[in-house]
């Protein structure tokens, strides 16, 4: 219930992203073209929206299990080495994910402690355009853990949580 919320959130901001991307562009390249004056902060901005959609998007894709993967060797390995094999992945991505978050909470604590703004949004403080990286970790080191917990629990190997649930 709660992964499920999660997922249609994190699926919304995407979304949303790629709507006001769009948006965004489109209206700029209309004011450039047709009026000869361009919104100077249009540019930033679909640039903070796509980091953060592209972190959002990763923690989606390690839930569906999309990103690109070397599975020559899980899929040739016989049945009872596949799960072990996987534990140890997840158990390894959800540390590595866990690190990010770590390394990228101290990246944005360092860039809030300085008061940076945005060059051209002198309103929009940078530490929530960093605020992207802790919180992706957290949600891919989550969807790992529970990629290896529906492994633990099911007789099948699993490699995505709709699978398993």
């Given at each position: 219930m709660v992964d499920k919320k999660i997922r249609d959130t994190g699926n919304f901001i995407v979304a949303i992203s790629?709507?006001?991307?769009?948006?965004?562009?489109?209206?700029?390249?209309?004011?450039r073209y047709l009026f000869k004056n361009s919104l100077t902060w249009a540019e930033e901005l679909t640039r903070y929206i796509m980091v953060w959609m592209t972190f959002i998007g990763a923690s989606l894709c390690v839930r569906d299990n999309i990103h690109v993967t070397m599975d020559i060797l899980l899929n040739n390995l016989p049945k009872k080495y596949k799960k072990p094999l996987?534990?140890?992945?997840?158990?390894?991505?959800?540390?590595?994910?866990?690190?990010?978050?770590?390394?990228?909470?101290?990246?944005?604590?360092?860039?809030?402690?300085?008061?940076?703004?945005?060059?051209?949004?002198?309103?929009?403080?940078?530490?929530?355009?960093?605020?992207?990286?802790?919180?992706?970790?957290?949600?891919?080191?989550?969807?790992f853990l529970h990629l290896m917990y529906l492994n633990y629990k099911s007789t099948d190997v699993v490699r995505t949580i709709e699978e398993g649930e």
């Open positions: 790629i709507m006001s991307i769009t948006i965004i562009i489109f209206i700029d390249v209309v004011l996987l534990y140890f992945i997840y158990a390894v991505s959800a540390a590595v994910c866990l690190y990010l978050a770590y390394l990228g909470w101290n990246i944005m604590t360092k860039v809030k402690n300085t008061g940076q703004v945005s060059p051209s949004m002198e309103f929009f403080p940078m530490w929530l355009v960093y605020l992207c990286v802790p919180v992706s970790g957290i949600f891919m080191a989550k969807n």
